[in-house]
């Protein structure tokens, strides 16, 4: 009887959820890539799009934190903050951002196009505009960022904008204390995985200390 129960095909409906999908860390987007979406979504006059992608790049937040920001989360005054402070859903930790002069024009520009008010959801829903947009709107608008570009849409992810800004911080500056701050990490160790450092990345920090 086992033997017959191990002969049988595997049941068709239980498809792997990986099953054409490309997994493990997605990489963060070069400064060239940078530019080509923010540009394109320049030229398109998409606000919501620019003002979001700039954010998501400045703010290093996790997806799930960027989308529930509110207007009052980035502004003071009428006028878009230079830096910000949210606490994190995941770690219920506290972390600041910086938000550059381009973020927060488009910031601004977003939010007097839309009339948005101090409570309103930074990003609203489309369904729904008391409520925040989804984390999957978000990756969905991603997919058709890196798309236009001519990046594969499932080699990338929220992470990517995520892990962008905070790897070119650590490649200029080897700061990995700094790193850790911005990103929100309790520990060290998590930055280090997150970034994905190896050995190499260390020893080459290391020969350009003398003492």
Known sequence: MHALAEARPQDQSRRP???GRLVGPK???????????RIRLQVAQRLRDLALFNLALDSKLRG???VH????????GGRVRSRAAVVQHKTGHPVQFEITEQTRDALERWIHAHALRSCDPLFPSRIDCAKSMSTRQYARLLGSWVRA???DPLAYGTHSLRRTKASMIYRRTGNLR?????LGHTKVESTVRYLGI???DALSI???VEM
């Open 17 to 19: 959820w990986n099953r």
């Open 27 to 37: 990489p963060p987007l070069k400064l060239k890539e940078i530019w080509a979406i």
């Open 64 to 66: 799930c934190d960027l």
């Open 69 to 76: 920001l509110r207007v009052a989360d980035v502004t003071l």
């Open 149 to 151: 570009i001519g990046l």
């Open 178 to 182: 700094a790193v850790q701050l911005l």
């Open 198 to 200: 190896e050995v190499e």
């Open 206 to 208: 290391s020969e350009q």
